[in-house]
């Protein structure tokens, strides 16, 4: 089977079947029968541009009627009936605000997409034949995205030898050889559930420690993952270990009321070991699931945060053992190879297990993603996609290659249907 069949039966045709699952779960109803259209938003009906039927009035009257016949029925047979009638009519609420994974590498990926598949075609067009030249210039479209030069060399001479193995000569051809190698790329000898997702503590809180420079969106970064956490029913509390930065407290602080958790701080300039030692303290009081515990960001005297990071880490190791469980340094995508260099002093300083890729959705130079993961061997964990709350997931590698070939996929899938008519 071609890769983009794979990513087009993964992404895109998961997201149609869950339309239609969706249109499947519409309330049944004779206003309904009649009507235009159908808004799983607002839970409306509309003929001729007037509503005709409301899920929240068809809940009141069932509510109405579960309370009339409470009399001649057991309140929990009731409840079940009430409840299994309120399941037909409703819309998983992760279909309506969150939207599926593919979207939203989609979306995110727009600007890097839109320069990298823009000049991914020019280059095809120019080309009939896949020669020297050609791959030249793949190699100069390919840096100009971030993915790193010493990537690049590699890909391109993985490239040259899978055209020659399948005996390719159409350039169109390569498009799908190009996002296939980039995934393996990215994986290397690693099985994905090596690299993806954040690692978790069987016996006790799991602890999640926070490390980047100012500026990145660590805070935002913590709130959004806090938010994440509690809305799949973790218990959560953090640390506001960043005692230096002015406003610092007082923005993890609103973010923790915000999300719902708790947060542990001290005043202004305390010893920020002692806050991680106190939120220690507190999560396994109150039985916590996760700590999520922030670091001050300054590189202007790079020894004292290093030795202030080294120290933190000592008392995470000491309270709990094998934590943290996750070092995450917080890199903004915008800034490129800069945020290379961030990631090489950090994990100079502590282990870093897992990059978060902030911004990613406000960059053209989306493969930054690819030169981190190949030349540090750091994974990347997750990544912002946009500003709401929701827009931090989780990184998937296919994804991401399908965020960044989208239209290719698409374009790949109506050749082929038109082959098989």
């Known amino acids: 089977m071609s890769f983009f069949k794979k990513l087009k039966d993964r992404f895109v045709k998961g997201e149609e079947d869950q339309q239609e699952s969706t249109i499947q779960e519409e309330p049944q109803n004779e206003s309904l029968e009649e009507a235009d259209s159908f808004n799983p938003y607002t839970g409306e009906a509309y003929k001729d541009g007037e509503v005709v039927y409301s899920k929240a009035e068809e809940e009141e009257r069932l509510r109405k009627e579960a309370l ?23 819309v998983p609420p992760e279909q309506i605000e969150e939207g599926s994974i593919a979207s939203k590498f989609k979306k995110g990926l727009e600007k890097t997409r839109t320069s990298f598949s823009t000049k ?44 020659k193995r399948r005996n390719i000569k159409d350039t169109s051809q390569v498009k799908e050889v190009i996002s296939e190698k980039l995934v393996e790329i990215y994986y290397g000898n690693d099985e994905a559930e090596e690299v993806e997702g954040l690692k978790e503590n069987p016996d006790g809180p799991t602890v999640y420690l926070f490390v980047g420079v100012n500026g990145v969106g660590k805070t935002t970064t913590i709130g959004k993952l806090a938010h994440r956490l509690k809305s799949e029913g973790k218990k959560v509390t953090l640390a ?24 542990i701080k001290h005043s202004a300039g305390s010893d920020p070991a002692a806050v991680i030692y106190d939120g220690i303290q507190s999560a396994k009081s109150r039985n916590a699931d996760v700590l999520i515990c922030d670091t001050a960001g300054r590189l202007q005297n790079k020894v004292n945060l290093m030795n202030e990071l080294s120290k933190v880490k000592r008392v995470i ?41 902030t911004k990613l959705d406000g960059t053209a130079k989306g493969g930054i993603v690819l030169a981190i993961r190949k030349e540090l061997s750091i994974p990347v964990k997750l990544v912002g996609l946009g500003e709401k709350v929701t827009d931090l997931e989780p990184f998937d590698a296919h994804a991401f290659v399908y965020g ?16 098989q008519a």
Not at 240 to 263: H, K, P, S, Y
């Open 317 to 357: 190791e000491r309270e709990i053992p094998n934590a943290p469980h996750e070092v995450l340094l917080v890199l903004d995508a915008t800034t490129g190879q800069n945020a290379m260099s961030q990631a090489k002093t950090f994990s100079e300083a502590t282990d870093v297990s897992g990059i978060v890729l």
């Open 120 to 163: 991914i075609n020019d280059l095809v067009a120019k080309y009939r034949t896949v020669d020297e030249d050609f791959f030249e210039e793949l190699e100069e479209i390919l840096i100009s995205a971030d993915v790193g030069v010493n990537t690049v060399m590699e890909m391109i001479d993985e490239l040259e030898m899978e055209v």
């Open 404 to 419: 960044l070939f989208a239209d290719m996929v698409e374009e790949f899938d109506e050749e082929e249907e038109e082959n």
């Open 240 to 263: 506001a270990g960043d005692t230096f930065r002015a406003g610092a407290i007082e923005q993890l602080d609103a973010w923790g009321e915000r999300a719902g958790v708790n947060v």
């Open 68 to 90: 009339e016949e409470s009399e001649e029925k057991s309140l929990e047979g009731e409840t079940e009936e009430y409840e299994d009638k309120l399941d037909r009519l409703s």
